[in-house]
């Protein structure tokens, strides 16, 4: 019997972990007061993970990609209340890296830069009616050079300095 009762805590225990999902994961749906889907994707120990959506009030998407222990983390998709999309670009612990394209309102690429942080920190061109019209060179957020042709640029860097 005392050895019955030395157990029966471990017992209870076990009885209850039996019941419960070991990762706890589950499909989520958030929403603004009026009733319009706000977000939607995937938790884990009540912490985002995997794919999510976001949503403008007007119910346009306005972002998505993926969580990692509740940070942003991979490729992303921003969009404006049209759904015309305004930015892309990878993040690394909820950090904005590599390169990161940029559209203008008819969603055409108007600029792309290389980031660290979240900060400009490498080249960022840009681009009018799909041509680049100018390029420019940062380091931790300062603009350390400028070209304003693409034969000015190409004569001081070569193109592999771009990947």
């Known amino acids: 019997m ?3 009762k030395l157990f029966l805590p471990a017992l209870i225990c076990l009885g ?3 019941f419960t999902n070991p990762e706890d994961k589950r499909y989520e749906r958030t929403y603004y007061e009026d009733g319009t889907l706000e977000s939607e994707g995937w938790m884990r120990y009540n912490t985002r ?7 403008h009030p007007n119910g346009k998407k306005s972002q998505q990609g993926f969580y990692s222990y509740g940070k942003k983390e991979k490729y ?10 305004t930015k892309e670009g990878r993040f690394k612990e909820n950090s904005e890296i ?5 559209y203008d309102k008819q969603g055409r690429i108007n600029h792309k830069c290389q980031l660290t942080n979240g ?30 042709s693409f034969s000015a640029f190409t004569h001081e860097n070569s193109l592999s300095d771009l990947k």
């Open 119 to 148: 900060i400009k920190d490498g080249y960022c061109l840009k681009y009018k009616n799909a041509k680049l019209i100018s390029a420019e060179k940062y380091s931790k957020g300062e603009k350390i050079k400028e070209w304003t």
């Open 16 to 18: 209850l972990l039996a």
């Open 76 to 85: 992303w998709f921003f969009f404006d209340e049209n759904r015309i999309r």
């Open 98 to 102: 590599g390169w990161w394209l940029f």
């Open 2 to 4: 005392k050895l019955f």
């Open 49 to 55: 993970t995997d794919y999510w959506t976001f949503y």
